[in-house]
């Protein structure tokens, strides 16, 4: 587990998720719907999706990987400022939670299911956030 | 049944994502920047495993 899942087992694998889910409980995967309900504590298909996203995540992180920062934020913001790095994840979790709501799904549910079947909804907030993610990066870049 | 099924499918898309790397934000960075084509070959490879899936299963998700 220590190298990189190829792309072409990855990305199908996520996609056999989507229909899974689908399939099997005639539900939309969404991660933002599930922390929504987690939120909100009802205890939903969802929060028990969402639970077993973790629980994945810590297998992974069990099974030999380890997790050593937030890769160029915690190389950039060391010693004394490393504070920095606190109020830019919270202010970005709570940007992404919001603009998700917004947008009535998050890069799972807009990106993954919507896209899926071709929503036109879907595909003008996907090209939404990836454009601006793209060009903020850029920006980020030139400027520090 | 139906939160085993949720909680199993949540565990095989959790794992899948970190094995991926998609929880290391260099991989998301380098990918936005063009650096990599990783990024944009993962949801390519998403998109297209999920209209062939979803029309073999004749089941639109979403």
Not at chain 1, 52 to 76: E, K, M, N
Not at chain 2, 11 to 40: C, E, H, I, K, Q
Request: some cysteine; aromatic content about 12%.
């Amino acid at each position: 587990m220590n190298e990189q899942l190829a792309w072409y087992i990855g990305g199908p694998v996520l996609g056999l998720c989507v229909v899974a889910l689908r399939w099997l409980l005639n539900e939309r995967l969404g991660a933002t719907r599930a922390w929504a309900d987690a939120v909100a504590l009802r205890f939903s298909v969802h929060g028990w999706l969402l639970i077993g996203l973790i629980v994945g995540g810590v297998v992974f992180g069990l099974a030999g990987s380890s997790v050593d920062g937030y890769g160029w934020l915690t190389d950039t913001f060391t010693g004394s400022a490393q504070w920095v790095i606190v109020p830019i994840l919270a202010l970005s979790g709570a940007l992404i939670g919001y603009g998700a709501r917004l947008a009535g799904g998050c890069t799972s549910g807009n990106g993954l299911s919507g896209n899926a079947v071709l929503s036109p909804s879907s595909l003008v907030a996907t090209g939404t956030f990836f454009g601006t993610a793209i060009v903020v990066s850029f920006v980020i870049e030139a400027l520090i | 049944m139906k939160r085993f099924a949720a909680f199993g499918v949540g565990a095989v898309f959790g794992l899948t994502l970190s094995w991926s790397a998609m929880t290391n934000p260099d991989v998301l960075r380098d990918g936005l920047l063009f650096r990599d084509a990783y990024l944009m070959l993962f949801f390519a490879g998403l998109v297209l495993s999920l209209r062939y899936f979803s029309r073999r299963s004749a089941v639109a998700p979403g």
